[in-house]
């Protein structure tokens, strides 16, 4: 059996247990960091627009003036992925 280091994706901590499964199959991790923002995470995310560093990178280009189809056609995710605050005008 190998052991592959689980690390959250949000504080980085390796205090990371599984806990269960998606519905469709892939595992599920906790993080145990009680000051982590996340509690739940999935080590591959199906859609990109989950995970910090992407989220980050459409506010970056949303600050920038790219439109959501811009930033959803460079960072490669759905133009519905965006968080609700962006396209809801909040900007
Ligand atoms: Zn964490």
């Known amino acids: 059996m190998t052991y592959v280091q689980v690390h959250c994706p949000d504080c980085q901590g390796v205090d990371v247990v599984r806990h269960g499964k998606q519905r469709h199959g892939p595992q ?11 509690h739940i995470f999935l080590l591959h ?3 990109q627009g989950r995970l910090p ?3 980050q990178q459409m506010v970056d280009m949303a600050l920038n003036g790219s439109g959501i189809r811009d930033t ?3 960072l490669r995710v759905s133009p519905t992925t965006q968080p609700r605050w ?3 005008g909040a900007l």
């Open 45 to 47: 995310y199906q859609h």
């Open 28 to 38: 599920r991790y906790r993080c145990n960091n009680t000051d982590c923002p996340r």
């Open 72 to 74: 959803a056609r460079v």
């Open 86 to 88: 962006m396209r809801c």
């Open 53 to 55: 560093a992407v989220k």
